[in-house]
């Protein structure tokens, strides 16, 4: 079964009567919102689209943290931004003046990817909750019950209870009116807990009452909870860094009872994605992140939907933005043609409908390779006309409107992540190379350049020329071929490798290749 299928029937099984099926996820934009971040979203998502298929409503909520603190300016930020460390990221200001904060600078991008994937979400702002009062009862409900709530975080703790900890813990953050910043510590607390006595290290010394003063939220082991109670939310994932023994999960799943009165969701973690050449898990505060803005300028969302779908959210994997981003395409292209066909089993037929959620019923993928435009594109300057039109006279037959998206996808790539793969025509002869040759490959080299000065060959008789040419009394000779292919290669392109060299030979102009070959 689906992993998302399998899901869904638990939490069917779980919550059998509820009218609603509540899905939820949750990132802090403290920086760049990254593509682990994503698997969180994706992976609620497609249980979201399997509840759906089983006839059942639902509530897919994102909770943006954008009220907790900021820990820590990203490396790739403007460091002037640590006077910020500790306020609130929705009242600091936009790093780049282009929003109205910082937490909405790096919100605004996410949320702009996910419609482009098609991911159909509620979002919550926490700040906005928080500062309109709506989690006021919360606050004070977690104050009354703070001891309890200490005790059973404790619970997951190897070290013995302090009773001075105990009684001065507060699982509430409050922001100093004066600096801003959340380095207050509560010293006391009256009226049945709704107003509260605090210090900050600033200096400043005030009371907060939490029914009307709404600049205070509740610790994360508290808020986690307290939303799933509130919310009944039925399912959510949590990354790996939540979801160990004694981790976060476990505390909130713990807390959620006693305290709130609620029940805790199917939960499930998931693994880390990472980038491929990328040295650790990405980070927003290390500032080594790749965001799904960027990964949809070398991929189509149906694809990044395929990476997520294919994959046990407790599986980890690796994208890669090297040559394998052209095996990436392939290894779609043929499990949808597998699909496309009927000859896909149930999981791969679940798979697909999964990745093909974004796209409309009358989707139709490229008819031409991504290995094929990579090949070609650089050939003909990225021009897409000419590039149609070459692939024409390949034998591919295509309109420039199936493959235009593909086409934008891997030039952007090429240019911006493998330039080194550009295949580019000579502009003259390789002399350099050309003085290397011995006299045996200079006639190679001659033999080819006379057959196409003779005639238009077509493919099949290229492809039967060029294995022709390095035989040894009519047999072929396995290194002796490789090699002929490299001069070839050289001569044309400065470079031992390329694109399919009969196809490229019978795609580029006569003149071009006799000017190149004539050494």
Known sequence: MYWADEIAEQVIAKYPDAEVYTCASGISPSGEVHMGNLREVITSWFVVKALQDKGKKTRFMFFWDNYDGLRKVPADQNQEFT??????????????????SWAQHFQQPFIDSLKELGVELEHVSQADRYKSGMYSDSLILAVQKRK?????????????????????????????????????????????????????????????????????????????PMRWAREKVNFEPGGKDHSTEGGSAQVAAAIVGPIYGGEAPMYRGYEFVG??????????????????????????????????????????????????????????????????????????????????????????????????????????????????????????????????????????????????????????????????LNDEEKRWVGSLCTAIKAKDLTQEEMQTLLYDIPKINGEPDKARQKRFFEVVYNLLLGKSKGPRLYLFLTAIDKDSLIKLLTI
Request: charged share 25%; glycine share 4%; hydrophobic share 35%.
């Open 83 to 100: 006077r910020y460390v500790k306020c609130a990221l929705d009242d600091i200001p936009d790093p780049m003046g282009c929003h109205k």
């Open 148 to 224: 309890q709530i200490y005790d059973i975080i404790m619970s997951f703790k190897t070290q013995d209870e302090n009773l001075d900890d105990r009684e001065h813990y507060y699982p509430v953050q409050i922001y100093c009116p004066e600096c801003h910043k959340h380095t207050t510590t509560v010293t006391a607390d009256r009226e049945d807990g709704s107003v509260l006595d605090y210090e900050c290290k600033c200096g400043y010394k005030g009371t907060i009452d939490l029914r009307t003063q709404h600049h205070a939220k509740l610790a994360w082991k508290a808020d986690w």
């Open 275 to 436: 980038i491929k050449g990328m040295n650790g898990k990405m980070s927003s505060s290390k500032g080594n992140v790749m965001t799904p803005a960027k990964m949809l300028k070398v991929f189509p969302p149906e694809i990044i939907l395929w990476m997520f779908t294919r994959f046990l959210p407790e599986k980890a994997f690796d994208i890669s933005l090297d040559e394998d981003v052209l095996r990436t395409y392939h290894e779609f292209d043929r499990m949808y043609a597998s699909y496309k066909a009927g000859e896909a089993d149930e999981v791969v037929t679940r798979i697909m409908e999964m990745a093909l959620s974004c796209c409309g019923k009358d989707y139709e993928n490229c008819p031409v390779s991504a290995q094929t435009i990579a090949a070609f594109a650089p050939i003909v300057n990225f021009d897409l006309d000419m590039l149609v039109a070459l692939l024409n006279k390949m034998g591919d037959t295509c309109t420039r409107a199936q493959i235009e998206d593909r086409f934008n996808r891997i030039s952007y790539w090429l240019q911006t992540y493998c330039p080194e793969s550009i295949n580019k025509l000579l502009y003259d002869v390789n002399t350099e190379f050309a003085a290397t």
